[in-house]
């Protein structure tokens, strides 16, 4: 009995899929370290990207849409601390390595961007930038109470003289 539109019985929230999509690019620089492939970072990382966005419940899309760079940056960064602290000059070292890795890691990081968001705007995100559109139009419409203005008195902002002056002695 084949079901169509049967839903898969893993769901994720976008917490879920973005922490996914991090272990997996953490994991592939592990790999890449060890094995000394370096295209299993950017695989990795298009992959979970992927899966996530996929498995995401679809009320979450539009959070999971805008987080890829981030993941990758953060899995970037915190190799790079790592390899860095080794080093004589860390700020330099720190420096160096995130460019040479975010430049080395670009085409990836737009391939996978790019799949999550067309994944995504298959999945329903168009119907979530609708949804957030008409509540932000709601919460914009609600009127609040208006008060007149009303001046500050007069004097308000001059500076008051406390006690007795002093005698001249």
């Known amino acids: 009995m084949g079901e169509k539109g049967r839903r898969p019985a893993v769901r994720l929230t976008a917490r879920g ?14 790999l890449t370290a060890l094995l000394g492939v370096d295209h299993i970072v950017g ?9 996530g966005a996929v498995l995401v419940n679809r ?7 805008v987080t890829p760079p981030l993941v990758f940056f953060c899995a ?3 190799v790079e601390l790592g390899r ?13 390595g995130l460019y040479t890795s975010m430049t080395r890691g670009a ?11 067309g994944v995504a705007w298959r999945r329903g995100l168009r119907d979530n930038v609708r949804e957030l559109r008409e509540e932000l139009k709601a919460g914009a419409e609600v009127s609040r109470p208006r008060q007149p203005f009303v001046p500050e008195p007069e004097g308000y902002f001059e500076p008051k003289v406390y006690g007795t002056p002093r005698g001249e002695d």
Do not use: D
Request: charged fraction near 5%.
């Open 59 to 65: 009320r979450e899309l539009l959070s999971l849409v």
């Open 107 to 117: 085409p990836w990081l737009f391939a996978g961007s790019a799949l999550v968001l």
């Open 84 to 96: 860095a602290f080794g080093s004589v000059s860390i700020v330099q070292s720190l420096a160096l």
């Open 17 to 30: 899929a973005i922490a996914l999509a991090l272990v997996a690019t953490l994991a592939g620089y592990v």
């Open 43 to 51: 695989a990795a990382f298009v992959l979970a990207s992927a899966l």
């Open 76 to 78: 970037t960064l915190f």
